[in-house]
């Protein structure tokens, strides 16, 4: 049942589509409880005949129910719904977690990553579980799990959204259609706070005060259910979306000051100081992660098209990097050496690595929001990866603690070829990295012989 393990195309709720936050993370484990929760749910407290309180009771209900049961999941028990695979043994290792984030707001010319994770998901199909180098996925008894895609809203034309007023008549409307009204943070916050809930770090989401679902709270973090010990994949989505998983990620493992570093695959070194104004864009990713984790801590491989902002900017800031042309004259296994040498020399324990697919060859990924001609092979790609896996895995010094493959871009795709070398490289990715990935726990765990408070229980 190899078709199984990976990643399977989601459930997306019907009528849900384009422009909607389809295939929440929250929005989406709806489906799993068919029952409309404003017959099924009775509110056990006193006042329950009160509709307002009983109809924000149920919403509360099934809001913390979603949380429990993705949770269940992670931590191995079996859970027989579609879309969540639960493939192993409860037990101590890392659960590999693919999570998909479908926003591309963050480009300036070529839109369309947003269907990146439904394309990479519809593709995974084909492939089994065995990876080049003899090692099988199915070997480890691990647990490896879709955790759908966090919720993106794309609907922000008009400043006028971030009127309280406003906001409070949007929330209300999706109370009207029976829907949880989201809370409506920036996307670039909501990556982050998701991120930071996977992987166990303590986050205040902001949810709906008991007597007034329309308006928003911070909730004490109690009320997260830390997962933790999570690998997690992240499918993109363009670029930006590294920088609040970089966050997340960051909060989650790093204990001093330069033990964090990122190790970009990308034709573009995205170092510009802002886009349009902006400070987050996808051209401007790797310098907010920059400013976050220290630029010598940064590394580029691939790099052939650069502004002259961004060339000025990593030379005199110190980011590391290989250029397309460098690379021309350098075996794999030596890059990975190189790699691996600076990062020692850094003092990393931590390592975050990002592939912008179009760090290989134009020809090979039409499928993309910034196609780039006279780059990388997939086979030199996938050698890097694996020569770098390997000697993670020798040294034992650095953990690798999460992958984001990005910018697969559909609808500009000719063949599926594009997603089908996301694919590969998310596959092949995992599979020599695995092995590199430490038993190390993340920030705060949950216990696994801590018992959920009933009313989270499913
Ligand atoms: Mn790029």
Not at 4 to 12: A, D, F, M
Not at 127 to 137: A, K, Q, R, Y
Not at 247 to 265: C, H, M, N, Q, T
Not at 332 to 337: G, H, I, N, Q, Y
Request: proline share 6%; charged share 25%; with cysteine.
């Amino acid at each position: 049942m190899a078709d199984k393990l990976y990643l399977r195309v989601p459930l997306v709720p019907p009528g849900w589509g384009h422009g909607r936050p389809w295939g929440g993370i929250l929005s989406r484990m709806l489906s799993y409880f068919p029952d409309d929760p404003g017959t099924a749910c009775n509110p056990p407290m006193a006042g329950a005949a009160d509709e307002k309180l009983r109809r924000n009771y149920c919403f509360w209900d099934r809001y913390l129910r979603q949380q429990a049961s993705i949770a269940s999941a992670v931590a191995g028990q079996e859970l027989a719904v579609d879309g969540v695979v639960t493939g192993g043994s409860r037990n101590r290792q890392k659960v590999v977690a693919f999570v998909g984030v479908p926003m591309d707001i963050g480009v300036g010319y070529r839109h369309g990553s947003r269907f990146g994770p439904r394309a990479v998901r519809e593709v995974s199909s084909q492939f089994g579980s065995g990876v080049e180098t003899g090692f099988d996925l199915r070997d480890t008894d691990q647990v490896i799990v879709d955790l759908g895609d966090i919720e993106i809203h794309s609907y922000v034309l008009d400043s006028d959204l971030f009127r309280d007023d406003v906001l409070k008549e949007v929330r209300h409307s999706y109370i009207a259609n029976g829907e949880i009204p989201p809370a409506w943070i920036g996307n670039i916050q909501r990556i982050e706070n998701t991120m930071k809930w996977i992987l166990g770090v303590p986050v205040q989401p902001a949810v709906f005060e008991a007597d007034d679902p329309g308006s928003v709270v911070l909730l004490p973090e109690q009320s997260s259910i830390p997962l933790g010990n999570i690998f997690p994949v992240l499918i993109g989505g363009d670029h930006s979306i590294t920088y609040p998983s970089v966050k997340a990620v960051r909060a989650a493992f790093s204990r001093r000051p330069g033990d964090f570093a990122i190790l970009y695959f990308d034709a573009h070194p995205d170092y510009l100081k802002r886009r349009s104004g902006l400070k987050t864009t996808h051209a401007s990713q790797a310098r907010r992660v920059s400013d976050e984790i220290g630029p010598r801590n940064v590394l580029m491989v691939g790099i052939r098209y650069i502004e002259k902002e961004e060339l000025e900017g990593i030379t005199q800031d110190g980011v590391k990097f290989w250029t397309m042309q460098s690379l021309q004259h350098l075996a794999p296994d030596t890059l990975a050496e190189q790699i691996c040498d600076y990062l020692n020399q850094q003092n990393v324990e931590h390592l975050y690595i990002s592939v912008d697919i179009d760090v290989l060859d134009a020809s090979v990924v039409p499928g993309t929001g910034g196609p780039e001609p006279g780059g990388m092979q997939t086979r030199w790609l996938v050698d890097a990866l694996h020569e770098l896996g390997a000697r993670l895995q020798r040294d034992g010094r650095i953990s690798v603690e999460a992958l984001d493959v990005v910018e697969t871009a559909p609808d500009w795709d000719i063949g599926q070829v594009t997603a089908l070398a996301a694919v590969k490289v998310i596959l092949e990715g995992i599979g020599c990295l695995y092995p590199a990935i430490h038993e190390e726990q993340a920030g705060l765990q949950r216990d696994d012989g801590v018992e959920l408070e009933p009313w989270m229980r499913l």
